[in-house]
């Protein structure tokens, strides 16, 4: 839900924001990912105010003076989230080269040892589906390609695949592959007839 090409009404994203601030005894991983979530679903709110304050309390958290090694770990976790939640801010706002920079800064290899479970962020797909789309907006289609055509190789990036292909097709036809355009956009047009009503902006 946090992924702004997953239909959601207003009142499900504040439902589910809600849920992910509930009080509770959290591990720092996911009171770190809590944080993380809250400030992606705050920017699909458009509440950029809210999203800089989670992006401000993982960076207190970053701050914090941690022990045991998984408490290490959700530093150099918390401070990579205020990263990408801040790099969304700035995709928003219109400033792609700012947000691309913020996106470069993160050092996941700091953290991703991590277990499985946390494959969704140790593998930063919903990061580097945004590289993919600044890129685009920079006119860099070649370079997007090479964030594009990475998903569909782990569980975690499956949602990512059908509108990582809707976003790939109309670079093919800007680089005169017009044959592999329509390969492209099927996987979208697939996904549409089936459950999702919304489609990604066309580029």
């Given at each position: 839900m946090a992924s702004a090409f997953l239909p959601a009404s207003h009142g499900e994203m504040e439902d589910a924001r809600r849920w992910l601030l509930r009080s509770g005894q959290w591990s720092a991983r996911s009171t770190v990912t809590r944080m993380y979530l809250?400030?992606?679903?705050?920017?699909?709110?458009?509440?950029?105010?809210?999203?800089?304050r989670y992006a401000a309390r993982l960076?207190?958290?970053a701050a914090e003076p941690h022990r045991d090694a998984a408490s290490?770990?959700?530093m150099a976790m918390a401070r990579d989230l205020a990263l990408s939640v801040r790099a969304h801010e700035a995709a928003v706002a219109g400033a792609p080269e700012q947000a691309l920079r913020m996106?470069?800064?993160?050092?996941?290899?700091?953290w991703f040892s991590w277990?499985?479970?946390n494959q969704t962020f140790m593998d930063r797909a919903n990061e580097r589906y945004l590289e993919g789309q600044l890129l685009v907006d920079l006119g860099r289609g070649q370079e997007a390609l090479v964030w594009l055509d990475g998903f569909g190789w782990r569980v975690a990036d499956q949602i990512y695949v059908a509108p990582a292909a809707y976003e790939r097709a109309p670079i093919y036809e800007r680089l005169g592959a017009r044959d592999a355009a329509p390969v492209h956009y099927r996987p979208m047009i697939a996904l549409r007839r089936g459950r999702d009503p919304v489609l990604p902006r066309q580029t």
């Open positions: 809250a400030g992606l679903l705050s920017m699909r709110l458009g509440d950029r105010d809210a999203a800089e960076d207190d958290y290490v770990k959700a996106l470069d800064a993160m050092k996941p290899e700091e277990p499985a479970e």
